[in-house]
Structures are given as structure tokens and as C-alpha cells.
């Protein structure tokens, strides 16, 4: 059973940028496709962005296609999501997931979680 761990979350400006780590712990992340989910005060879970195992397929939400970008560059070790032109809208906690099968947006369908990182950005 893979342990994740996110950080990279912290305070920044409208239209900057932050990277997000997820980083494994007791296993790799060696068959495992990955997903990126925030959640922001009062709102449900969201999802953000998710990665096939290789690396192959990438899925975004339109709210954060052509600013946020998903990698893998080793498949089996840290997942990162790249965070560029933020908005006071993409203020929310983040947490990345992992699922032994296909990529999917459906939280439901993810088995381990991360604690979570804050995002925030100000206008």
C-alpha cells in the first residue's frame, strides 16, 4: 500500500507560480495512475488533473487546462503538478491520489490520498 506525501503549497500572488510535489512513502508508485484534487472553503472536492501510469494519457479540468501541467518524469517516484498564472480562484487545498488502474477524474474511484497542501493565492 503506497503513502503519499504532498508539499509545494504556500502563499503567492495572482498570476504566479507554484509546483506541487507528491512523493511516495513505503512503496513506489510503480502501476499506479495519479490525480490531482483540490478543495477550496466550502466547496466540494474537485478535480484538478491525472496522469496515466507511463506517463502516456493526461486529463485536465477546463478550469486550469493551458496553466497547470501534470508529470511523472520518473513513473514510479514524485508526481508533480505545475501551477502557472494562478488565480484567486484556484485557492484551495490540493491533494494528490493514486489508483491501480485507468486515469479517471472520479474521486471515488482513487484508493490512497495524501494529508494535503494549501494554495493560496492573493488578488
Known amino acids: 500500500q503506497v503513502r503519499l506525501a504532498e508539499s509545494g503549497g504556500g502563499l503567492v500572488q495572482a498570476g504566479g507560480s507554484l509546483r506541487l510535489s507528491c512523493t511516495p512513502t513505503r512503496r513506489n508508485l510503480s502501476g499506479y495512475s495519479m490525480g490531482w484534487f483540490r478543495q477550496a472553503p466550502g466547496k466540494e472536492l474537485e478535480f484538478v488533473a491525472a496522469i496515466s501510469w ?34 484567486s480562484e484556484d485557492t484551495a487545498v490540493y491533494y494528490c491520489a493514486a489508483r491501480f488502474y485507468s486515469v479517471s477524474y472520479d474521486a471515488n474511484e482513487y484508493s490512497e490520498w495524501g494529508q494535503g497542501t494549501q494554495v493560496t493565492v492573493s488578488s
Open 54 to 87: 507511463l506517463g502516456g494519457r493526461t486529463d485536465y479540468a477546463d478550469s486550469v487546462k493551458g496553466r497547470f501541467t501534470i508529470s511523472r518524469p520518473n513513473a514510479k517516484d514524485t508526481l508533480y503538478l505545475q501551477m502557472n498564472s494562478l488565480q
